[in-house]
């Protein structure tokens, strides 16, 4: 039975468990709050933008720091790709070890939204801690916050399709004006791994802001 996590809490994900990590899913899902039209300005206005919550993790080393930022462009500038962080445009690990299998761009349907694959029996010794955040894309553009978001989870389900644990969260009224959040890590412990819930909400919709903490 998978194990449901408060925020704080955590569980060990180890093979003692009877879990099969050599291929974990972190699968992510949310529901969005319907936006109702007032009167008939809301009938002729522009149809709200679609809530975009983007996946995105953070491979730290044993000093709780990215690495490597990947190699620079032409200009010399940073990109991302490449390097130990997994997102839109960059959505597998050079190490082929985790990787982002998609982006879905409105929360519809059931089950997970997004999903980052993590061969956790594989994953280089260097590699420690993995953040996993959630962000919406252009969400202070668009207006959109945690506030409207419900139902949303993280859950860990190992190589056999076996759930083993699931943090719940939910937005309301407190949360409308968060566009992140840092969810969920996966850490070492011992030959073994264990997952914490964390849950904390950010204004920022800009993951690459809550990247300057681990750089």
């Not at 194990?3 to 994900?13: D, S």
């Not at 089950?111 to 280089?124: H, N, T």
């Not at 993995?130 to 668009?142: D, L, S, T, W």
């Amino acid at each position: 039975m998978a194990v449901n996590l408060k925020k704080g809490e955590g569980v060990n994900l180890s093979k003692d468990g009877g879990h099969d990590l050599s291929m974990v899913t972190i699968g992510l899902g949310w529901d969005v709050v319907e936006q109702k039209k007032k009167g008939l300005a809301g009938f002729f206005s522009k149809p709200p933008a679609d809530y975009d919550l983007d996946a995105i993790a953070f491979l730290l080393g044993k000093d709780g720091k990215v690495t490597s930022l990947g190699p620079p462009d032409a200009n010399g500038n940073t990109t991302l790709i490449g390097g130990d962080v997994v997102f839109f445009n960059s959505m597998r690990h050079p190490s082929g070890c985790i990787w982002l299998t998609g982006d879905n761009r409105t929360g519809a349907g059931d089950g997970d939204d997004e999903q980052i694959i993590v061969k956790l029996d594989s994953l280089p010794a260097q590699y420690e801690t993995i953040i996993f955040i959630v962000a919406i894309y252009q969400g202070k553009e668009n207006k959109q916050s945690f506030g409207e978001v419900q139902n949303a989870f993280i859950r860990a389900v190992d190589a056999k399709n076996k759930e083993i644990c699931r943090f719940n969260i939910s937005g309301d009224s407190t949360y409308s004006r968060f566009c992140s959040m840092t969810f969920a890590e996966v850490t070492r412990q011992g030959s073994g791994w264990t997952f914490r819930a964390i849950g904390t909400p950010h204004e920022t919709d800009r993951f690459v802001d809550l990247l300057r903490n681990y750089i």
